[in-house]
């Protein structure tokens, strides 16, 4: 331990570089374990469609019209706030959302937990997940 101490005085920028790396690891480490909470695969989605749960795509309406979830209604990231009224008959049943690759769908998640949804999930890896596990994609 004294060689350690001993060590780290010696050499205080690569010490500083070691505690700033080790505290950049922890920090993304906690980020992803945040993002990823509420976060389920694509054949749990697929087992939750089946039992009757809704789906939101929140990309944009050219994003929907190119390729979606069968069944999924169309709500823009940036409008689920202004939509939630008409959301409130999910506010007890599941609901699942997605986007793209996952992290707008994490944080818009989050958002309905705090208005009060009980039972929301986040596709993991959003719809890229899906088609990788060639799952269909419904177009308009």
């Known amino acids: 331990m ?3 101490l001993e060590y780290f005085a010696h050499h205080q920028s690569l010490a ?3 505690v700033a790396a080790a505290i950049a690891v922890l920090v993304y480490e906690f980020r992803e374990r945040a993002r990823s909470a509420g ?3 694509a054949q749990e989605v697929v087992r939750l469609m089946n039992q009757g749960a809704a789906v939101l795509d929140l990309r944009s ?3 929907y019209a190119a390729g979606h979830i069968r069944g999924a209604r169309s709500v823009p990231a940036g409008q689920l706030g202004q939509s939630l009224d008409a959301l409130k008959r999910y506010r007890d049943k599941p609901l699942v959302v997605y ?3 996952g992290a707008s769908a994490a944080a818009a998640m989050r958002t309905l937990a705090q208005q009060g949804f009980s039972q929301v999930a986040n ?3 959003g719809l890229r997940a899906w088609r990788a596990e060639q799952l269909p994609v ?3």
């Open 123 to 125: 596709l993991r890896g």
């Open 99 to 101: 986007c793209e690759r």
């Open 16 to 18: 500083l570089f070691a």
């Open 2 to 4: 004294q060689r350690l």
């Open 138 to 140: 419904a177009r308009d």
């Open 39 to 41: 976060a389920i695969g």
């Open 61 to 63: 309406a050219e994003d």
